[in-house]
């Protein structure tokens, strides 16, 4: 059993690398690319926004209840802001990339895969991975980076108008607080967060679509793990930056 996850963990880390090796390659499918990222979108825009609203809702209701417990509801702004830039809206994002975009990643690779369409390209001498991999883990990538940009934004309108209008807070105070606690390199990190989850999310998809056991009912359960152990990386990378990030960049005013 051990062994078997080494081997699957290897295998998945040399497609990652096969991926980006094959970035800088040529012909670029852009028209493939294209279509990906026309998808994505359209799938997970409107279900990150309705998402995003409870989301930043829920951070300022209780972050606004802690801070009036404390005696600092001055700062309720700049804390719900953080935690919705910093880890809401990338988890957001990543969990609509992986949820919507890559289990139909997954299940179109996995029935190519059946149909041998992929051994057909192979023997015509075309590369799986440069056709239809890599546009699809750039489209995941391009989509979550301006996904996260939406959900930020909504999130914090959401967490100012449930701060504001149902908890008695101010306008004033609420932004004075977030430009007083926030800085740009959060932005930056938010934003490195939903390209890496981008990258993770289309990698584990195209993986278990490309490697489907059993035949159609292999590919459903293909599907399935892949939304899975995205999940799992994407809480244990997220992590990882979060710790990094923390020791590298001191916090506003430290």
Known sequence: ?????????????????????AVFKRPFQFREFVEQFWFLASVTILPAALVSIPFGAVIALQVGSLTQQLGAQSFTGGASVLAVVQQASPLIVALLISGAGGSAICADLGSRT?????????VMGVSPVQRLVVPRVLAAMGVAVLLNGLVSVVGILG???????????????????????AQLPDLYVSELKALVFGFIAGIVAAYRGLNPRGGPK????????????????????NMVITSVYLQIVPPKGG
Request: glycine share 10%; no cysteine.
């Open 159 to 181: 967490g100012y108008f449930f701060n504001v209008y149902l908890q008695d807070g101010t306008p004033g105070a609420y932004l004075s607080s977030f430009s007083s606690l």
């Open 218 to 237: 292999g590919v459903g359960d293909a599907v399935n793990q892949s939304v899975v152990i995205t999940f799992l990386l994407l809480f244990f990378v």
């Open 1 to 21: 059993m051990i062994t078997g996850a080494l081997r699957q963990t290897g295998r998945l880390f040399a497609l990652a690398a096969e991926v980006s090796r």
């Open 114 to 122: 059946i149909r041998e369409e992929l051994d057909a390209m192979e």
